[in-house]
C-alpha cells in the first residue's frame, strides 16, 4: 500500500516501484478496491490516494 497527499495545488505524478508490478489499484482510505489504475495519475488540491501494488 502506497498513501499520497497534495497539499498545495494539482500535481500529475507516475509511481515507479524497485519492483515489477502486475496490478495496481485505487482503495479507498480503508484500503477496500476501488478500481485498477495505471502508474500514472493525477491529484487534487489536497486529495489523499492510497495505491495498493500487487507484484507479478
Do not use: K
Not at 493525477?42 to 495498493?52: A, D, K, N
Request: aromatic content about 8%; glycine content about 8%; charged content about 30%.
Amino acid at each position: 500500500m502506497v498513501r499520497l497527499y497534495e497539499s498545495p495545488g494539482r500535481a500529475r505524478a507516475h509511481l515507479g516501484p524497485g519492483f515489477p508490478v502486475g496490478r495496481a489499484e485505487v482503495s479507498d482510505l480503508l484500503e477496500r478496491r476501488l478500481h485498477e489504475s495505471d502508474s500514472a495519475f493525477g491529484l487534487r488540491p489536497f486529495q489523499i490516494l492510497t495505491r495498493s501494488l500487487r507484484p507479478e
